[in-house]
């Protein structure tokens, strides 16, 4: 009984899985697919100053550098969430959302990607270490797990500070909803700690 809850969970939440595939796929192939997306969380507001920063493209590994929904239901298994997918990779998205919830506390004067804009009086690096849900066997709920490591390069100095920022969620069920409002509620604590963090550092 256990093992066929197991099957049943995981069945759900994975892009391909043997034995999980129907007929019903080849159905649904030309559907459009849902796209979903993240939202910033400003950090606290305060004086400005007139100083720049950019936010590089995040570092990634593989499986997370994709507009697909990673799953990992083990350490060794990289899987997708059938149905639904980011609304750009998950690197690019990431970047923006840093880059407007840094530029929400209005306390620099231009906060952009490094793809383009002024000299930059500081550099924002990050490597994405986790962006996942990892399912269980015992639960329907879902874990969801984000962890992201952030190094400031200060031009006026050559100094680099670095912080690591983590944060983790449940969704409620393995629905593609349940487990994007997941996410959000990871990085919701994240975001502002980051952007504050930046503001504070450049």
């Known amino acids: 009984m256990k093992s066929m809850r197991r099957r049943t969970i995981l069945c759900g939440l994975l ?17 459009p ?7 910033p969380v400003p950090g606290g507001g305060g ?18 550098d994709t507009d697909r929904i990673l799953v990992k239901p083990d350490p060794l298994a990289v899987a997708y969430l059938p149905n639904a997918r980011w609304s750009d990779d998950a690197p690019m998205m990431l970047q923006s959302i840093v880059v407007r919830s840094i530029a929400g506390t209005g306390r620099l004067a231009h906060v952009g ?4 804009g002024p000299v930059a009086d500081a550099v ?12 269980t066997a015992e639960a329907v ?25 983590s944060g983790s969620a449940t969704a409620a069920s393995e629905s593609a909803g349940d487990v994007v409002s997941a996410f959000q ?12 963090w930046a503001v504070n550092a450049v």
């Open 141 to 165: 709920s879902v874990p969801i797990r984000v962890a992201l490591a952030a190094t400031l390069i200060r031009d006026r100095d050559q100094q680099l500070v670095a912080r690591d920022f």
């Open 15 to 31: 892009a391909v899985v043997p034995g999980c595939a129907t007929l019903g796929a080849l159905e649904s192939a030309s559907r």
């Open 113 to 116: 990607p490094a793809q383009g």
């Open 47 to 64: 004086r400005q100053r007139p100083l720049t920063l950019v936010v590089a493209r995040p570092d990634a590994p593989a499986a997370v």
């Open 185 to 196: 509620a990871a990085l919701d604590p994240i975001l502002p700690s980051l952007a504050d």
């Open 124 to 135: 924002l690096l990050l490597r994405i270490d986790s962006f996942q849900a990892e399912p």
């Open 33 to 39: 697919m849902p796209t979903f997306e993240l939202t």
